[in-house]
């Protein structure tokens, strides 16, 4: 999966696809991304307009720094009907902030607000991290897991190459109630795991590409109240335009996909997903 470090900002944005029978909720998504504007400039209010448009009218921001993620909170205090947040250091990020003390005390001061409902993105990227710093890492994870069951919010967790890690850590330190991984990206066997230990899985637009069976054969598995969709716009842009930025808009095209290998009827299916983001992270009008 993508991530900030593969920020393009000159890409334009996909073409919005055909309106949702059923209106519901992108679950992730990095809005300055993709505007790269303050979080209540007319651009954000822009994207948020085009997705409601097609049927996707409320987003769930997620943080990955502890400026972005003072962004997230007043995105979500400003567009006070369609946006929450969560707030969270990456794990690319908890190894190299210049005095992690300091970014930790600022998430845990944030995740205090009421329009703050989840603790991420946390979790581990073996891909990125070398291994000499990957317990600076696992630290931080633990760290976001005790904040999310201590502020009684639920957990993003982003898991690039390290599987069986983050699975562990999860077993050691006790997963919170709500626990999502954020853009699933296991085989079967491991969303049999997460399944069974209650966990929440949210796809994304790698479901579409080619690349991708065995993600087209887990998400035919996961229960539907443990279901839920994303963008992790502007990253990950469903098919048929990969190459160009994704917007929370683009739900319709993941919905789709999903409803086919479900064979799930597509507005039933945006709307049990639109419940199901209500129930984990609250309403979005209070």
Known sequence: MADRHDRDTDRPLAPLPEPLPVATVDSHAHLEIITDTAPDSKEVGEILEQAASVGIDRVVQVGYSAEQSRWCVKAAEHWDDRV???????????????????????????????????????????????????????????????????????????????????????????????????????????????????????????????????????????????????????????????????????IGTIVRAMAVERQADLGELASALGANAERIFGSFSR
């Open 84 to 250: 929450l947040a969560a707030v969270a250091l990456h794990p690319n990020e908890a190894p190299v902030v210049k005095n992690l003390p300091v970014d930790l005390a600022v998430i845990e001061e944030l995740a205090q607000h009421p329009r703050v409902r989840a603790i991420g993105e946390t979790g581990l990227d073996y891909f990125r991290t070398p291994p000499e710093l990957r317990h600076t890492q696992q630290e931080s994870f633990k760290w976001h897991i005790e904040l999310a069951k201590k502020t009684n919010k639920a957990l993003v967790i982003h898991d690039r190459d390290s599987h069986e890690d983050v699975l562990s850590i999860l077993l050691e330190v006790g997963a919170p109630a709500k626990t999502i991984f954020h853009c699933f990206s296991g085989d079967v066997e491991m969303a049999k795991t997460c399944i069974d230990r209650g966990y929440i899985l949210s796809f994304a637009g790698t479901l579409t590409f080619k690349n991708a069976p065995l993600l087209r054969e887990a998400v035919k598995l996961v229960p539907l109240d443990q279901l839920l969709v994303e963008t992790d716009s502007p990253f990950l842009t469903p098919m048929p335009h990969r190459g160009a930025a994704n917007s929370p808009a683009q």
